[in-house]
């Protein structure tokens, strides 16, 4: 009785086939390495370009928590607001600015009034001026409590200039969010630049 038995590959065949598979697992280890490595290029790229906005020629590096929410051309003045993400997020800065030729102490005053104007800013109450930084900016700032809505707000008012430009920035959070706030406001402050 004849069997159709396949005659065993040769060992040269069996060689063929091992070097066969060994090129595409190499070839594919090869292309998930390439492509892995774009992609934490581009991922990189894209957030390194993301985090820095130039708004009016005012720059800063803005938190990954953090969006730009309103900006306005007032003509002689320029206004940006950055807000933090999020629901029952409180942490706001505001950046007021000006080519005008402002002393820092009038801009500041200004600015006071301005807040005491502001309907919903209930006893609002601003601490004595005193020299400070803000980032590598000299200038000078107020410290302020306000009831916004029931709701116990504090702030800070920085006001500098430099490269002909008059800067008032306010940082204002809800007194309970201070730590979820404290990196954004440093982040901002610290990578500050006029141009």
């Not at 159709?4 to 090869?30: D, T, Y």
């Not at 002689?76 to 997020?89: D, H, Q, R, T």
């Not at 020299?131 to 800070?156: F, L, P, Q, R």
């Not at 990196?183 to 901002?188: M, N, S, V, Y």
């Amino acid at each position: 009785m004849a069997t159709n038995q396949a005659a065993p590959p040769s060992l040269r065949e069996h060689m063929g086939f091992c070097k066969a598979i060994w090129m595409k697992k190499v070839i594919l280890i090869l292309f998930v390495v390439c492509f892995s490595c774009l992609f934490v290029v581009c991922f990189s790229c894209a957030e390194e370009k993301s985090d820095y906005v130039n708004i009016y020629g005012i720059s800063f590096k803005c938190p990954p928590e953090w969006k730009v929410s309103n900006t306005e051309d007032r003509g002689a003045g320029k206004f940006i607001s950055i807000e933090k993400n999020g629901a029952g997020s409180s942490g706001l800065v505001t950046m007021t600015f000006t080519r005008e030729n402002f002393e820092p102490a009038e801009y500041l005053r200004h600015m006071q009034a301005s807040f005491l104007r502001q309907k919903g800013f209930e006893g609002l109450v601003f601490q004595p001026a005193r020299e400070t930084y803000y980032g590598k900016h000299k200038g000078i700032t107020s410290s302020y409590a306000v009831d916004i809505m029931s709701i116990m707000h504090a702030g800070e008012m920085y006001v500098f200039r430099e490269n002909g430009i008059t800067m008032c920035v306010v940082h204002q959070e809800a007194t309970e969010d201070h730590k979820e706030n404290l990196q954004g406001f440093e982040t901002i402050k610290e990578s500050l630049s006029l141009k």
